[in-house]
């Protein structure tokens, strides 16, 4: 079997195989490093570390008696600095964070900042360009407790000479005065954040999750929050306990996310794992999430940000991850004001999530607001509730239960008018489904463009484990159990090879929908327990 090398550090490199397997494979497969056993997994994709900079180095994957072998070259460390020199003590109760951000800022171009094996009790760091942050086996970043001691970062500062603005905080796609995180980049670029340690906001001790809507100073703070960063790498980190979303990166490009395990508790608000924001270019293989909300968000603001500062989120793709246990596996939206398309999402096991992919959108988010080339492939997905979502009605924001949001007739299309374009699902399997398998209710004055699914072979659980649901959240929409497909307001959809075993219908529900191509759509009922 081949391997692709999808990123080389100065002392770590990512490898990923060359299969059509979904997430791992099915043996356990060896890596070598100059003939060495190094690694022994099933992931398909893998972060070895150990290494040394500037050195040649040649990697041997091993599986099934096979063996492939390609060398690589680590990259020019400058300097290692090690953060105890500076002062650090990494006894979990000392305050670190003054030693660790002196070594920061002292790091020279191409320099690594390097924490050993410890528990470093810290409030917000701040990173800068062209350095690498190295958390050993063992090493924890861990938040204070107390919000009093974070900084704020303002939502929106005026330039001096009153022709532009100056974005740094923001919150549910407003520029709005927010904590700075844990780690926070602004500006900065060429920045390597690699493990195997730990980034731990502490939030589960703290009151980050108390009346986590109410504002106390400032918004809730992220774990990692990078504002207009350029070649940004993280890998083989673990990240966990966050006051609210993971990891946010906004208004960056060139980003990727290699083989990171992003855990909260189910019932922590608003912990997303992964939300770019207006971001292009972005890569997250690997990754595994269970959180308490999205595990991924794919976001590009609210309408002032879209208006003002406007950014496509785009080429976003994600492959061979793992998502556990939150509302979506794959969201896009709400706060997509400034669009988000060519998302690509293959290879993936959606495990235990409400939704697999989740699309939310309403009135008001704009006509810049273009969700379009949103393509989901060869998915797994097991004990998800509802696979399919899509939802022009979403009820956010203080004015969600409005009429203007809410009411079913059309409206007039203005430029406060969402578009919802091409969204394509092929060679997925769903099973243990409880609620339905797609709902989509596009706008009647705006109907959902082209829905596609194809190879899509569903098996709903047992009548009586089954839990009755509202799939999309908008107002006067029934709880579903067990219903196949419901479409409304949707210009073009199509169905082929769609198999569906178990569900209480017999045939989709379609409603204004204008044009339809369903081709071999079986239903089956299922087998007596």
Same mark, same amino acid.
Not at 118 to 125: E, I, Q, S
Not at 451 to 456: C, P, Q, S, T
Not at 477 to 502: C, P, W
């Given at each position: ?39 022994m ?23 099934a ?5 390609k ?17 650090a003590?990494?006894d ?7 030693a ?9 171009v ?7 094996k ?8 701040f ?10 086996e ?16 303002p ?15 923001t919150?549910e ?21 690699i493990? $195997?340690?730990?980034l ?7 009151d980050?999750?108390v ?13 990692? +929050?990078?504002?207009r ?13 966050s ?5 946010? $990166?906004?208004y960056?490009?060139?980003?990727k ?9 189910? #019932? ?9 924001e ?16 999205d595990?991924?968000a794919?976001?590009?603001?609210? +309408? ?12 976003v ?7 556990e ?14 669009g ?6 293959s ?15 309403? *009135?008001?988010?704009?006509? *810049? ?8 492939? #060869? ?11 899509? #939802? ?6 203080p ?12 409206a ?5 008018t969402?578009v ?6 092929r060679?997925i399997?769903?099973?243990g ?11 009647p004055? *705006?109907?959902?463009g082209q ?7 569903v098996?709903f659980l047992?009548?009586?484990? *089954?839990v ?8 006067n ?26 569900s ?26």
């Open positions: 079997m081949n391997f692709n090398v999808v990123e080389v550090f100065a002392r770590s490199v990512t490898i990923e195989l060359d299969t059509d397997k979904i997430f791992c494979q099915d043996e356990e497969y060896t890596l070598f490093i100059d003939g060495v056993k190094t690694l997994g099933t992931q398909n994709v893998a972060s070895v570390t150990g290494l040394l900079p500037d050195r040649e180095y040649e990697i041997t994957l091993e599986i008696g096979e063996r492939t072998s060398k690589v070259t680590t990259r020019h460390e400058a300097v290692l600095l090690n953060v105890r020199s500076f002062g003590k990494g979990g109760e000392t305050p670190d964070t003054a660790i951000q002196a070594a920061i800022c002292a790091c020279p191409d320099g690594t900042v390097y924490l050993p410890g528990t470093y009790y810290v409030t917000p760091l990173l800068k360009s062209n350095m690498t942050l190295w958390l050993d063992g090493a924890v970043l861990l938040g204070d407790t107390d919000r009093n001691h974070y900084p704020i970062l939502g929106m500062t005026m330039t001096t000479d009153e022709k532009d603005e100056y974005n740094l905080g919150w796609g407003n520029p709005l005065n927010c904590y700075a995180s844990l780690i926070t980049a602004i500006d900065a670029e060429n920045i390597n954040i493990g $195997p340690g730990t731990d906001g502490n939030a589960q001790n703290s980050w999750w009346n986590a809507k109410v504002k106390r100073g400032a918004w809730r703070p992220n774990i990692m +929050y990078l504002v960063c350029k070649n940004v790498r993280v890998q083989n980190i673990k990240v966990q306990n006051p609210c979303w993971n990891i946010h $990166p906004y960056c490009d060139d980003l996310f290699l083989n990171l395990y992003i855990q909260n508790p189910s #019932n922590s608000p608003n912990t997303d794992g992964l939300d770019p207006s971001c292009k270019d972005v890569l997250v293989l690997g990754t595994v999430i269970s959180v308490g909300d595990c991924m794919i976001k590009s603001g609210k +309408y002032y940000m879209a208006k003002e500062h406007h950014k496509v989120t785009e080429n793709t994600i492959r061979n991850c793992k998502f246990k939150g509302h979506g596996s794959v969201t896009v939206g709400s706060e997509a004001a400034g988000v398309k060519n998302i690509r999402v290879q993936c096991i959606f495990d235990g999530t409400d939704r697999g992919l989740r699309i939310k959108t309403r *009135r008001g988010r704009g006509e *810049r607001s273009v969700l379009d080339d949103i393509i989901f492939e #060869n998915i797994d997905m097991n004990g998800v509730h509802m696979p399919f979502t899509v #939802n022009m009605f979403y009820f956010c924001d004015d969600g239960h409005s009429d203007y949001v809410q009411n079913q007739a059309p007039p299309v203005d430029e406060m969402p919802i374009g091409t969204i394509a699902g060679n399997s769903c099973k489904a409880s609620a339905c398998v797609l709902c989509a209710v596009g706008l004055e *705006r109907p959902i829905l596609i699914f194809e190879n899509i072979d098996e047992p009548e009586g484990e *089954r009755a649901e509202r799939p999309v959240m908008m107002d929409f029934d709880e579903m159990s067990g219903r196949s497909i419901y479409a409304k307001n949707v210009q073009n959809l199509t169905l082929s090879n769609v198999h569906i075993k178990g209480v219908d017999t045939q989709p529900q379609l409603i204004s929908v204008e044009h339809t191509n369903l081709t071999d759509v079986y239903y089956q009922p299922l087998k007596a327990q």
